[in-house]
């Protein structure tokens, strides 16, 4: 079955413990991104990488890491948690950058920095 | 600048009635796509429906089809035959493509989203 899985599904930390989010396509897709879900505001993007070892900033960068070493995965590093960073947070891929390319997303991980 | 602007806070339609919910966009890109996806109270997100910035027909996916008007910029989605089950959170998006002139990364540009509760 073709999807994006992210582990953990639920997640409850400390401010200043470094954790991990990962992020697995089995679509074989170019173009992965990050982004967090606020009430009000919408979906933000954090990162986006468009293939292996091309990886760029959007919108709301600060205090995020992100690698792609492989094609499949692109985890999401918070070397620092701070409270505000507590949100809802998605993975997307899709088959590339085109603007008619539909983004599948995974299932979503809420993050709750205390 | 807002880029995609969905005003109507909440909607409400009685089950088996259609319901059109609203968004607007902006872009000077002329090649772009625009995606509708649902979000249920269990928080994932659902593909809806798509429109390619030159698709010369509305896009229809079952019940949900998009009523595009490229001169005025809006891409309304429309609810045929509402169900208990349409009762979800339901966001527009705009897709750009990669560019290295302009730097646009091929996000997707959400809207706040629309509440819809959909009344027995």
């Known amino acids: ?114 | 600048a807002q880029k995609i602007t969905q005003t109507q806070p909440g909607m409400f339609v009685q089950e088996k009635e259609a319901v059109t919910l609203d968004c607007t966009y902006d872009t000077s890109d002329p090649s772009y796509g625009l995606f509708w996806y649902k979000q249920p109270s269990s928080g994932e997100m659902i593909f809806l429906i798509y429109q390619g910035s030159y698709d010369q027909q509305n896009a229809t996916e079952g019940r949900y089809s998009l009523n595009f008007q490229k001169a005025r910029k809006s891409a309304n989605l429309v609810i045929s035959a509402s169900q208990l089950g349409d009762s979800a959170m339901y966001f527009c998006a705009m897709r750009e493509p990669h560019t290295v002139v302009t730097g646009a990364n091929s996000k997707l540009t959400f809207g706040k989203g629309i509440t819809l509760s959909v009344r027995p």
């Open chain 1, 1 to 114: 079955e073709a999807q994006v899985t992210q582990n953990p599904r639920y997640l409850i930390t400390v401010t200043g413990k470094k954790l991990t989010v990962t992020c697995s396509q089995n679509m074989n897709h170019e173009y992965m991104s990050w982004y967090r879900q606020d009430p009000g505001l919408g979906l933000r993007q954090i990162y986006y990488s468009m293939n292996v070892e091309v990886t760029d900033k959007g919108d709301v960068p600060e205090g995020y890491k992100v690698s792609r070493k492989e094609k499949r995965n692109f985890p999401l590093i918070l070397e620092s948690p701070s409270p505000n960073q507590t949100s809802l947070y998605f993975c997307a891929s899709s088959y590339s950058g085109a603007s008619y390319n539909e983004q599948f997303f995974g299932p979503g991980t809420r993050l709750t920095v205390l």
